[in-house]
């Protein structure tokens, strides 16, 4: 458990600095941390921007770069929840369609906020938590066990309930009380997990949870994003909830709204580069099949 109580102890200290004093801090040992990515991880984030985006290999290095780097001040943020979380919109602000969440909330219908992996993530679901919706973040259980308690503690530190990705039920529990499930969808799930979608013009595996939850329950999906702007404030963008439809092809259904949830995320991308998540295998079970020749 030494690792949970060191972060907590490095999280006490973070707290103690101006925030631009940490942020700062964040951004010096993001650059130290780059020297130490695998050159194959390198060379993987630059070849998926140059294919996805068509850059110049040299604006492909550097997208890759600040992409990585930001996980500096992504870090501190977390470690100062205990103070941003008491004025949560000094350092974030919501836009978009906020009264239709708080609509469909006010109902108890529930609904589903789909998002990537671009941005402070962990930010966005606090940031929701303290504006008071009742905010279910769906996480992945981190090997160490230290670690796995305290980011949780933090969620929850922050008004978010945390379930397991294997907690299917609990979330169908909770959404039909009337909670908003949180689900990162643009990570690479196992071929058996997902379906094959068009995303930056090539055929990728996407996880297929939002529409597979939104179909079921009969509730709205609401794409979500978060940008850091060049002075570190974040604007947080809630767009138009969308409705699964549903016909006798519950497949096709999934199919088509999953779709639309990636394009959504490509668009984003394809407007902040540099937030999205490049050093992830993003086409990794689609190049393990052809390599096969199952594909």
Not at 81 to 98: C, H, K, N, Q
């Amino acid at each position: 458990m030494f690792s949970y109580y060191g972060v907590k102890l490095l999280s006490f200290l973070i707290c103690l600095l101006p925030h631009n004093t940490a942020m700062a801090l964040g951004a010096g040992l993001a650059r130290m941390a780059w020297n130490f990515v695998p050159t194959k991880r390198k060379l993987l984030a630059k070849e998926q921007i140059i294919r996805c985006l068509g850059t110049s290999e040299a604006e492909a290095e550097s997208i890759a770069r600040a992409s990585s780097l930001r996980f500096g001040p992504m870090l501190m943020e977390v470690l100062r929840f205990p103070v941003m979380r008491t004025r949560m919109e000094d350092y974030v602000s919501i836009t978009g369609a906020l009264d239709e969440v708080r609509a469909a909330v006010a109902a108890g219908r529930g609904a589903i906020f789909a998002t990537s992996h671009s941005g402070n993530w962990e930010l966005m679901g606090g940031a929701f938590a303290c504006a008071g919706l009742p905010i279910v973040g769906v996480a992945k259980k981190q090997s160490a066990a230290g670690m796995d308690r305290f980011i949780n503690e933090y969620r929850a530190l922050v008004g978010m309930h945390i379930t397991y990705h294997t907690g299917v039920r609990e979330m169908f529990r909770m959404i039909d009380a009337g909670w908003i499930i949180g689900l990162i969808s643009d990570q690479d799930p196992a071929l058996r997990d997902g379906v094959i979608i068009d995303f930056f013009g090539q055929r990728t595996n996407a996880f297929t949870g939002a529409a597979a939850i939104a179909r079921r329950c009969d509730v709205p999906i609401f794409p979500v994003f978060i940008h850091r702007e060049a002075d570190g404030h974040h604007v947080l963008t809630v767009e138009k909830g969308l409705m699964v439809e549903k016909t006798d092809d519950r497949a096709a259904d999934i199919r088509r709204m999953t779709q639309t949830i990636n394009t959504r995320i490509e668009e984003w991308v394809r407007r902040y580069p540099e937030e999205w998540f490049w050093l992830h295998d993003r086409w990794k079970s689609l190049r393990n099949d052809n390599e096969k020749g199952v594909l």
